[in-house]
């Protein structure tokens, strides 16, 4: 019996280095996450001139392949134009003309070490008349998040899952590597008895 217990906790200890270390490995360095310092329009802002780009700017670059951004209007629809465009920091998407209302920004990026970060904030557009777009874009919100679904975000282009899957492998190998330990250590402890 303590030959199985051995064999096995064996075998998990090698499970987990394994995935733990193919996950270290194809990740970045280790950094602190990713933190939004800034917007623009900047957080519970007014807005009066026509805004044609929001701007998210990170205390250290973001993965640009896993960013989503959906801006969302007054009357539910979404105002973003194509996919975002990272540049080290920054993370920028064009907008559809905007009319005056509230705004609702959310985001979703992904560290350098692979932690996603997502939030949210507001804003409101005031335009003078003259200023106002004569054609509102009519595609309306599917979600009150970056994205609805894995499988909405797959066929958006949104690939963020890998990123997670990633964090979630790392933890899975610490997770079976301590189980491998606390087990030969039990079975050591009950056969000293």
């Known amino acids: 019996?303590?030959?199985?217990?051995?064999?096995l906790a064996t075998v998990v200890a090698a499970l987990a280095v394994t995935t733990a270390s193919g996950g270290l490995l194809s990740g970045s360095p280790a950094s602190a996450h990713a933190q939004l310092l800034g917007s623009d329009p900047r957080a519970d802002s007014t807005v009066t001139t026509p805004?044609?780009?929001i701007t998210l700017t990170f205390n250290e670059p973001v993965r640009g392949n896993f960013s989503t951004i959906v801006v969302t209007g007054p009357d539910g629809t979404r105002?973003?134009?194509?996919?975002?465009?990272t540049i080290d920091k920054q993370v920028h998407l064009a907008v559809e003309p905007v009319r005056s209302g509230g705004y609702r920004v959310a985001y979703r990026v992904v560290s350098a070490d692979g932690h996603p970060i997502q939030g949210q904030f507001r804003f409101t557009v005031t335009?003078?008349?003259?200023?106002?777009p004569t054609a509102a874009p009519v595609a309306p919100a599917a979600?009150?998040?970056?994205?609805?679904?894995?499988?909405?975000?797959a066929a958006n282009g949104d690939t963020g899952g890998a990123g997670l899957r990633q964090v979630g492998a790392v933890g899975l190998g610490v997770a079976l590597v301590g189980a491998g330990f606390l087990l030969l250590r039990r079975r050591r402890r009950t056969a000293t008895r």
């Not at 019996?1 to 064999?7: E, F, V």
């Not at 105002?79 to 465009?85: D, K, S």
């Not at 979600?143 to 975000?153: I, R, T």
């Open 1 to 7: 019996m303590r030959r199985i217990g051995m064999r």
């Open 51 to 53: 805004l044609d780009e």
């Open 79 to 85: 105002h973003g134009a194509g996919q975002p465009r």
């Open 127 to 132: 335009l003078s008349p003259a200023l106002e």
């Open 143 to 153: 979600s009150d998040g970056p994205s609805a679904s894995p499988a909405a975000g």
